[in-house]
């Protein structure tokens, strides 16, 4: 197996790149987890949600951080609105470049919930080089990123208290 890689960028985001990104979008002082990249039903957005309003209770300054389209999140909307989080989801439209590395590095956790066979998951080698912790699906390629454990958590994102609690632990472990 060939894996994919990410090229390490020869700096990371410091200090005030952080701070002026969560400035940006209102998250000071909050515990950020984030979903990433193509925003689609079978990324697992919906149970994202779901998850979402299970840690909500735990954690009252968990916001959702969804880094892609904003037009396309549009969509997912409703249902936000319905399970009782759309206050806690906050849209960043697409991000690139420094800005992105200063999302990844301003967050707590990325989670990839897809609920099909995701291919790889580059989003989560990006986290990983911002030293950030990731909780993955147990389909397809994203398993192969993380060392249970070490580097992050695979679950199954249809179990969405087994997924929610390894989100919950990073949250409450930070050491991890």
Request: some cysteine; hydrophobic content about 45%.
């Amino acid at each position: 197996t060939v894996h994919n890689a990410v090229r390490l960028k020869p700096r990371l985001p410091d200090a005030a790149a952080v701070a002026a990104f969560r400035a940006r979008f209102g998250l000071e002082g909050k515990r950020l987890i984030a979903i990433g990249g193509r925003l689609h039903h079978l990324k697992g957005v919906h149970e994202m949600f779901r998850i979402l309003a299970r840690l909500r209770t735990e954690f009252d300054d968990l916001r959702l951080v969804v880094m892609g389209r904003e037009d396309v999140y549009r969509d997912f909307e409703p249902r936000a609105r319905e399970l009782g989080v759309a206050d806690l989801v906050v849209p960043t439209g697409w991000l690139d470049g420094e800005e992105l590395d200063s999302a990844y590095a301003a967050l707590d956790v990325l989670v990839s919930p897809s609920i099909c066979f995701e291919t790889f998951g580059m989003v989560n080698l990006e986290a990983m080089e911002m030293s950030r912790p990731v909780v993955v699906t147990c389909f397809g390629g994203c398993r192969e990123t993380v060392r249970e454990g070490v580097s992050g958590f695979v679950a199954n994102p249809f179990d969405t208290e087994g997924f929610g609690e390894r989100i919950a632990r990073l949250l409450r472990e930070p050491e991890l």
